[in-house]
């Protein structure tokens, strides 16, 4: 006679099959650079840092030039502006260039042919910092007439109407400015003089302080 046996599975214990086993997925491993990846990454990140060295100088120059040129110091001014002229921001580069030649022709004592929109500007500037308001205005509009999307013209222009008293003009004109160069914001914020009459026209300050020209 047969004896059938019975497995008796133990109590509290159950059998694992293998699929019921779950592992945790492997994590992939980091790549490992290369040493011309690592240099190449090292290049851009030094090139990033002396490109913002290199601003914060022209920067630098720009501040210096004007504030010598308000103190008539044109020797000393254009050599600022000669400098400023030679980094790397256009609009400021720009700028700096058109104050140089204004700066020259006064150290040279040059009599001015006005025909261009250049001569004009460069004159009304010259007036500007004679404080002559009303021929200053009469030569920054011509020349601003000769070149309606001169962004420079009208940055001068929105100056030379605040400190003449006409604040909705000056407002205006910096706005267009601002529209067509947005940076030339951040240049009235750093101008002494823009800042002196942002603190007597509240529309002037908002202007300066806010982020859009609409």
Not at 21 to 49: D, F, M
Not at 185 to 207: G, K, S, T, V
């Amino acid at each position: 006679m047969s004896t059938t046996r019975k497995t008796t599975a133990t109590p509290g214990k159950t059998a694992k099959s293998p699929a019921a086993v779950r592992t945790q997925p492997a994590k992939p491993a980091t790549p490992v650079k290369s040493a011309a990846e690592l240099k190449a990454a090292a290049a851009v990140e030094a090139a990033v840092v002396q490109a913002r060295a290199a601003l914060q100088t022209q920067m630098k120059q720009w501040e210096e030039a004007v504030g010598l040129f308000s103190q008539k110091k044109f020797t000393a001014a254009h050599a600022r502006f000669v400098e400023a002229a030679s980094g790397p921001a256009a609009h400021i580069a720009d700028k700096a260039r058109s104050y140089a030649q204004i700066c020259a022709r006064k150290m040279n004592g040059q009599e001015v042919d006005l025909r261009t929109s250049d001569d004009h500007f460069n004159y009304g500037v010259e007036r500007l910092n004679a404080r002559d308001m009303d021929v200053a205005r009469k030569h920054l509009d011509r020349a601003l007439a000769m070149e309606p999307n001169g962004e420079h013209i009208l940055f001068t222009l929105a100056l030379c109407c605040g400190l003449a008293g006409d604040s909705a003009a000056a407002c205006d004109n910096l706005k267009r400015a601002i529209a067509l160069e947005p940076k030339n914001r951040i240049l009235a914020r750093q101008d002494p003089e823009f800042l002196a009459l942002a603190q007597q026209l509240p529309a002037l300050r908002a202007l300066l302080a806010s982020e859009n020209a609409d």
